[in-house]
Protein backbone atom coordinates (compact mmCIF):
# COMPACT_ATOMS: atom_id res chain seq x y z
CA UNK A 1 0.00 0.00 0.00
CA UNK A 2 2.75 2.29 0.53
CA UNK A 3 4.64 1.50 -2.61
CA UNK A 4 0.77 2.86 -4.23
CA UNK A 5 0.71 6.13 -2.32
CA UNK A 6 4.59 6.63 -3.15
CA UNK A 7 3.99 6.37 -6.92
CA UNK A 8 0.74 8.19 -6.92
CA UNK A 9 2.30 11.05 -4.88
CA UNK A 10 5.33 11.11 -7.60
CA UNK A 11 2.62 11.13 -10.54
CA UNK A 12 1.05 14.13 -8.62
CA UNK A 13 4.08 15.60 -8.16
CA UNK A 14 4.78 15.42 -12.09
CA UNK A 15 1.34 16.89 -13.17
CA UNK A 16 1.61 19.48 -11.32
CA UNK A 17 4.59 20.27 -11.94
CA UNK A 18 3.94 19.95 -15.60
CA UNK A 19 0.80 22.19 -15.37
CA UNK A 20 2.99 24.87 -13.99
CA UNK A 21 5.67 24.99 -16.46
CA UNK A 22 3.03 25.12 -19.30
CA UNK A 23 0.20 27.28 -18.14
CA UNK A 24 2.06 29.59 -15.34
CA UNK A 25 1.65 29.55 -11.36
CA UNK A 26 -1.79 31.66 -11.73
CA UNK A 27 -3.57 29.52 -13.70
CA UNK A 28 -2.34 26.00 -11.72
CA UNK A 29 -3.58 27.61 -8.39
CA UNK A 30 -6.64 28.14 -9.84
CA UNK A 31 -6.75 24.37 -10.67
CA UNK A 32 -5.41 22.94 -7.55
CA UNK A 33 -6.01 24.74 -4.17
CA UNK A 34 -9.93 24.40 -4.89
CA UNK A 35 -9.01 20.72 -4.83
CA UNK A 36 -7.23 21.04 -2.19
CA UNK A 37 -9.24 22.56 0.30
CA UNK A 38 -11.72 20.25 -1.13
CA UNK A 39 -9.54 16.83 -0.07
CA UNK A 40 -8.46 19.61 3.01
CA UNK A 41 -12.32 19.79 4.19
CA UNK A 42 -13.36 15.92 4.07
CA UNK A 43 -10.37 14.67 5.37
CA UNK A 44 -10.97 17.12 8.31
CA UNK A 45 -14.28 16.01 8.38
CA UNK A 46 -14.06 12.11 8.52
CA UNK A 47 -11.21 12.61 11.11
CA UNK A 48 -13.96 14.69 13.14
CA UNK A 49 -16.61 11.72 12.46
CA UNK A 50 -13.62 9.10 13.65
CA UNK A 51 -13.54 11.52 17.27
CA UNK A 52 -16.68 11.40 17.64
CA UNK A 53 -17.43 7.72 16.85
CA UNK A 54 -14.40 7.21 19.64
CA UNK A 55 -15.42 9.17 22.10
CA UNK A 56 -19.04 7.72 21.46
CA UNK A 57 -18.02 3.82 22.11
CA UNK A 58 -15.76 5.09 25.22
CA UNK A 59 -19.07 6.26 27.16
CA UNK A 60 -20.57 3.25 25.93
CA UNK A 61 -18.04 1.45 27.11
CA UNK A 62 -17.98 3.39 30.60
CA UNK A 63 -22.09 3.03 31.02
CA UNK A 64 -21.22 -0.95 30.23
CA UNK A 65 -19.20 -1.08 33.09
CA UNK A 66 -20.75 0.54 36.00
Do not use: C
Not at 20 to 47: C, N, Q, R, Y
Amino acid sequence: MNGIRNVALIGLGLVISMVVSHFGIELAALIFLPLFFLWFTLWDDKKARQAARRYHQSENYRQQTN
